[in-house]
């Protein structure tokens, strides 16, 4: 499997954008996948996760009821899509993904659990 983020760019505070990452050599249905992000100087943070089912599990409560997760039927992209744009939600995104067991509904904020990553999309916030 392999991850490729896009979508970012440059957004003014309140805005929204939809961030993408598009999995090639596999299916997601067989991987939980998460979102993640990191500013300037700043640990990597974990934004919210997805598991194998396609289920939203968890958000940082810096993001919650601004930012949903999901994935398309064909599962073959999670996406993130984020409103009411604030400067701290201004870094890189990256997804991440990690194969589980059929029926396994992991899912973790935690950085070290993934074993996938894409290359990162940023995002930065101005007006």
């Known amino acids: 499997l392999q991850l490729v983020e896009s979508g970012g760019g440059l957004v003014q505070p309140g ?3 939809r961030l993408s990452c598009a999995a090639s050599g596999d299916t997601l249905d067989f991987y939980a996948t998460g979102w993640f992000r990191q ?3 700043k640990e990597r943070e974990g934004v919210s996760c997805i598991n194998s089912a396609g289920e939203p599990t968890s958000y940082i409560d810096s993001v919650q009821g601004r930012f949903t997760i999901s994935r398309d039927s064909a ?3 999670v996406y993130l899509q984020i409103h009411n744009v604030k400067p ?3 870094a890189v995104y990256y997804c991440a993904a990690r194969r589980v067991p059929y029926g396994d509904h992991w899912c973790s904020r935690a950085v070290v659990p993934w074993i996938i990553w894409g290359q990162g999309t940023p995002v930065t916030v101005s007006s």
């Open 15 to 17: 805005g929204s954008l």
């Open 39 to 41: 500013a300037p100087e």
């Open 75 to 77: 599962n073959k992209a």
């Open 88 to 90: 701290e939600d201004a």
